[in-house]
């Protein structure tokens, strides 16, 4: 069943999807992804307004086959990718899944083909691809990074829920000193502040260089949200310009380390019109 892989510059193969499958769901806030397979493995990149990135990576040593010809880049409907999995969701949740998954690749213009087998029984999808859009290039500097805080899922997963969803935007403050980490929202309901000690059993890390405060808009990271579920733990990192990062670390069940990070932009001066 499976194509002649000689034809191919990129063909790839899971044993266990339950982690691959979370990884895309947690990026899966806009239709389109861009797709880069390098000797590192594989990262899916989405991107809204120039202002969110979110990307999962997944490293080579997830996969039980990873042959690449040479490093590839192209863009896909991650929806319709998404919604083909979830079929078999159910399965690969349970303790004796058998759900392996297979992608071929051949060159520019070509689709992705899917090979998805369960119990003997394979289902071939067939993705159509696009040439990429050009990608910006999120990434904090070392020396820039300002702050740096390590909570657990849990803790930031009650801080939103508490947040008035009718907030444009939300205040981020972070400070050496009282009140070392405060989130503010303004909604119809009022204002409300939350603020966490530095020293709480629920923080892990808590690095900060300077007070700074800086606004986003809660639709930007709401998408962030998506991956509370992953894991355990967040890395919370914003610059001197104030680019926040969310970093997710994620366990495959076999013991592999795969990363969720999104990039959201602060609200800059103008933009609040």
């Known amino acids: 069943m499976n194509p002649q892989i000689d034809n191919y510059k990129l063909v790839a193969k899971l044993g266990t999807l339950k982690t691959f499958v979370q990884l895309l769901r947690s990026v899966n806030h806009r239709e389109n ?20 990135q979110a990307s999962a990576y997944i490293p080579i040593q997830v996969f039980q ?16 990718l998404v919604e083909c999995l979830n079929m078999f969701w159910s399965n690969m949740s349970s303790a004796n899944a058998s759900v392996g998954l297979q992608l071929y690749y051949k060159d520019q213009g070509h689709p992705v083909t899917v090979l998805i087998e369960e119990d003997g029984i394979i ?3 067939s993705l159509k691809t696009q040439d990429p859009d050009e990608i910006l290039d999120f990434h904090m500097e070392t020396e ?6 390590v909570l657990k899922t849990t803790l930031l997963r009650d801080i939103w829920t508490e947040l008035d969803p009718s907030s444009e935007y939300l205040e981020l403050l972070l400070s050496p000193e009282t009140p070392y980490f405060r989130i503010t929202s303004n909604g119809l309901a009022g204002e409300c502040r939350i603020e966490l000690p530095h020293d709480s059993d629920l923080i892990c890390t808590f690095q900060c260089k300077k ?39 994620v366990k495959t069940d076999e013991g592999h380390i795969c990363y969720v990070e999104y990039y959201v932009s602060p609200v800059v001066e103008g933009d609040e019109d």
């Open 123 to 125: 289902t071939d999808c």
């Open 211 to 249: 007070e700074a405060s800086f606004f986003y808009r809660q639709s930007h990271i709401k998408p962030a949200m998506k991956a509370l579920g992953c894991c355990e733990t967040v890395s919370l990192r914003t610059d001197k310009s104030g680019l926040l990062c969310f970093q997710y670390m």
């Open 144 to 149: 820039l990074v300002l702050n740096r805080v």
């Open 65 to 80: 086959e990873f042959n690449l010809v040479e490093d590839v880049i192209f863009k896909i409907n991650l929806t319709v």
């Open 33 to 52: 992804a861009t797709c880069f397979c390098t000797d590192n493995g594989l990262k899916i990149t989405v991107e809204d307004s120039k202002c969110i």
